[in-house]
């Protein structure tokens, strides 16, 4: 099994930056991709980044264009989130997720989900 702890929400200004931190532990060797989604109150879940274990290849999401990146350490079996430029329409719930048998972007594609944390973008 893999375990998911996520870290780095908080309160922060429109424009301002804010860094989230994913730990996994467990079956990591068997880990192919980990990613972030996100959810706003009444909306669904939706996809935001994801980066191939291996590769390091990401993928993302037209309005996290330019802003947001996503990058990992292997030695630590952690995975970052960098938000920059935000938004107040960037308040969510950001759910940490890893999937061992596919890589993509639904919801389904994914094995592994953390208990999230809180983002909040003042105006």
């Known amino acids: 099994q893999v375990q998911l702890v996520e870290s780095g929400g908080g309160l922060v200004q429109a424009g301002g930056s804010l860094k989230l931190s994913c730990a996994a532990s467990?079956?990591?060797?068997?880990?192919?991709?980990m990613g972030w989604f996100r959810q706003a109150p009444g909306m669904d879940r939706e996809f935001v980044l994801g980066?191939?274990?291996?590769?390091?290849?990401?993928s993302y999401v037209d309005f996290v264009k330019g802003r947001f990146t996503i990058s990992r350490d292997n030695a630590k079996n952690t995975v970052y989130l960098q938000m920059n430029s935000l938004k107040p329409e960037d308040t969510a719930v950001y759910y940490c997720?890893?999937?061992?048998?596919?890589?993509?972007?639904?919801?389904?594609?994914?094995?592994?989900w953390g208990q999230g944390t809180q983002v909040t973008v003042s105006s």
């Open positions: 467990g079956r990591t060797s068997s880990m192919l991709v």
């Open positions: 997720a890893a999937g061992l048998f596919r890589v993509g972007r639904a919801q389904n594609d994914y094995d592994y």
């Open positions: 980066i191939d274990w291996s590769s390091g290849i990401t």
